[in-house]
């Protein structure tokens, strides 16, 4: 799925530098992020990566060891944080008290009024059991009411760690579904996940994270059409070979019988290469561009670090 | 403070295990005297079966002793260990269902978390002050004669040392909670301290050698202790001739206090800097 870029380039959320060393583990090695309002942003790395160590640290639970972070370009405070809703790893609620009861001492924190429940209950889908205990919930509910809270008072952001963990097929769609729901409404989303494919589907920037390292960060589209390979062929498949190696940006490439896949150094429209082919005298009679999935990318990017 | 408040007071009042704990505290602070005055009374009248010369009848609830007295048995360690208990509960739990972290996370600050926790504190030993403080009115009011109401306020002091008591014990229990912030382990270390590790000290301090200093007399939970030190049973007393607390002094006051202003700020300090 594609998103529409940044709307403007306001940086709702800056690291700079961040650090936080667990004993012998370095958590998160010296991270610089910077994250737009608007972009629905993915925290990407297998588990212990320190996807959320970042988030605690931005959310004041986790002191770093080093470095710094902005929040809507200020010092990070107790305000700052209420216009920030969270969901970090398991939904934390008072066992005993209803749904709606917790959504009072969430808004109660927050300063914001009663009157908003009914609304992110009604968005959940969670207005039926408004008045049960938190206890009595599925885990699927339980998910999808800490999302309710985190929605109180329209949060300019929502962060969201690992938000379909453990939940049912069923329960991942409706959280995805309702993530882009609010993501439609121009809240600013920050997604730490381990999935590839959630990422892929939700996200429009993602930061890739390995042993607390920053890997790569980017516009997902960008990532997804890195299309630095392109199938041809050419009836004359010497000269074909002669011609595609004279390309400025020609890295290598491997040849079947049937056609031939060119690997470029960078970004590569199909277009220009057949207009190159073309202008060389070379009339391709197949041209595809083989984008590599993000997994495939990530893979590369774990692999060219180890 | 007032929005503080409030927070808190949505976490408390539906919670089932409060109102027992709760419950439970003045239970057995009613066994507690009930017992002593059977006790007492069937020892005076052993002592008057084998004596010609009559021991009088205890008499527990009479002004104005009946403040000192009341108060003295709602502060023993084994029954002022039920709220501590309590505050322990309400402490660990927000670590144990990670509310803490959402609350921090939902725009509170490390310090408005305490903040409200003490609140806590000061409402339950207010609450728990004012009902004490009823009963204990109404006690004397129906067990008094009329000659015995010019002196009915006389040892009302023993209400606000009974704030500071009960004040100080949860004190030590915020800190426990904070510190240890695992809910068995935190009741268990807060239990086992105060009913025998600070016990054995205080017997071990106490041996003769040591009885000119009164170290012992200043170990945390004997100093909220020694607050109300012992019922006051006059006529018994006196023919005893045993010298009985007439008065909170204020320096056993500010002992338990100064404990108290310690470990809040510890906790303090720790939980500042520690990760949630």
Same mark, same amino acid.
């Given at each position: 799925m594609t998103r529409p870029p940044q709307q403007n380039m306001e940086t *709702?959320?800056?690291?700079? /530098?961040?650090?936080?060393?667990?004993?012998?583990?370095?958590a998160v090695r010296n991270l610089e992020v910077g994250i737009g309002r608007g972009a629905v942003f993915g925290i990407l790395g297998p588990n212990g990566s320190g996807k959320s160590t970042t988030l605690g640290m931005v959310l004041d639970l986790v002191t770093p060891d080093s470095g710094s972070f902005e929040w809507f370009g200020q010092k990070p405070s107790k305000e700052s944080r209420k216009r920030i809703g969270a969901v970090i790893e398991t939904p934390n609620f008072y066992p005993y008290l209803s749904a709606e009861m917790n959504l009072r001492i969430v808004a109660d924190i927050k300063g914001y009024g009663h009157d908003d429940i009914d609304r992110v209950l009604e968005t959940v889908s969670l207005s039926e059991r408004r008045h049960s205990k938190f206890k009595t919930f599925s885990f699927g509910m339980r998910q999808r009411l800490a999302v309710a809270s985190a929605m109180l008072g329209?949060?300019? #952001?929502?962060?969201?760690? +690992?938000?379909?963990? /453990?939940? @049912?097929?069923?329960? !991942? %769609?409706?959280?995805? +579904? !309702? *993530?882009?729901? #609010? %993501?439609?409404? /121009? !809240?600013? *989303? *920050?997604? %730490?996940?381990?999935?590839? @494919?959630e990422v892929?589907?939700?996200?429009?920037?993602? #930061? #890739?994270?390995? $042993? /607390? $390292? $920053?890997?790569?960060?980017g516009p997902v589209d960008k990532v997804l059409a890195v299309s630095d390979c392109i199938e041809v062929a050419a009836a004359d498949r010497t000269r074909l070979a002669e011609v595609i190696?004279?390309?400025? $940006?020609?890295?290598?490439?491997?040849?079947? @019988?049937?056609?031939?896949? %060119?690997?470029?150094?960078? @970004?590569?429209?199909p277009a220009d290469i057949n207009t190159f082919m073309h202008e060389k005298g070379i009339v391709l009679s197949h041209l595809a561009e083989r984008k590599r999935s993000l997994e495939q990318h990530f893979l590369a990017l774990l692999q060219e670090n180890q | 403070m007032n929005r503080l408040l409030k927070i808190e007071l949505k976490k408390i009042l539906t919670y089932k295990t409060f109102w027992i704990v709760i419950g439970l505290y003045f239970l057995f602070l009613a066994l507690g005297i009930m017992l002593a005055e059977f006790m007492i009374n069937s020892m005076v009248a052993d002592i008057n079966k084998r004596f010609p010369i009559p021991f009088p009848k205890a008499v527990l609830y009479t002004f104005p002793d009946i403040w000192q007295n009341i108060t003295f048995? =709602?502060?023993?360690?084994?029954?002022?260990?039920?709220?501590a208990i309590l505050v322990i509960i309400l402490i660990t739990n927000e670590f144990a269902?990670?509310?803490?972290? &959402?609350?921090?996370?939902?725009?509170?600050s490390k310090a408005e978390f305490l903040v409200s926790k003490l609140l806590v504190i000061v409402m339950m030993s207010l609450a728990v002050t004012i009902i004490i403080a009823g009963v204990v009115f109404f006690l004397g009011i129906t067990h008094t004669d009329m000659q015995g109401f010019a002196v009915v306020f006389r040892k009302m002091v023993f209400i606000p040392g009974f704030f500071v008591q009960m004040l100080t014990i949860l004190c030590y229990a915020f800190f426990f909670g904070f510190l240890i912030r695992n809910t068995g382990l935190a009741i268990a270390l807060f239990t086992l301290y105060t009913i025998i590790i600070e016990p054995i000290i205080y017997f071990l301090l106490k041996a003769p050698f040591m009885f000119e200093n009164k170290i012992y007399t200043y170990l945390p939970v004997n100093s909220v202790i020694r607050i =109300?030190?012992?019922? =006051?049973?006059?006529?018994?007393?006196?023919?005893?001739?045993? &010298? =009985? &607390?007439?008065?909170?002094s204020l320096v056993a006051v500010l002992v338990p206090l100064g404990y108290s202003a310690i470990m809040l700020g510890i906790v303090y300090w720790i939980v500042k800097r520690k990760d949630l």
């Open positions: *709702i959320l800056t690291i700079n /530098g961040l650090s936080k060393r667990y004993g012998k583990i370095q329209n949060p300019e #952001v929502l962060i969201l760690d +690992e938000p379909t963990n /453990g939940l @049912d097929p069923q329960g !991942i %769609a409706q959280m995805r +579904e !309702i *993530i882009l729901k #609010v %993501a439609a409404e /121009g !809240i600013t *989303i *920050i997604l %730490a996940s381990h999935l590839l @494919d892929q589907k939700i996200c429009s920037h993602v #930061v #890739v994270l390995s $042993k /607390g $390292k $920053k890997l790569f960060s190696a004279a390309h400025p $940006k020609f890295k290598s490439m491997t040849t079947t @019988d049937e056609i031939c896949l %060119a690997y470029f150094t960078s @970004d590569v429209r | 048995f =709602a502060s023993i360690r084994f029954v002022l260990i039920f709220p269902n990670k509310t803490i972290r &959402q609350n921090i996370i939902n725009g509170m =109300a030190e012992y019922p =006051a049973i006059p006529k018994l007393m006196g023919v005893l001739n045993f &010298q =009985a &607390q007439s008065t909170v």
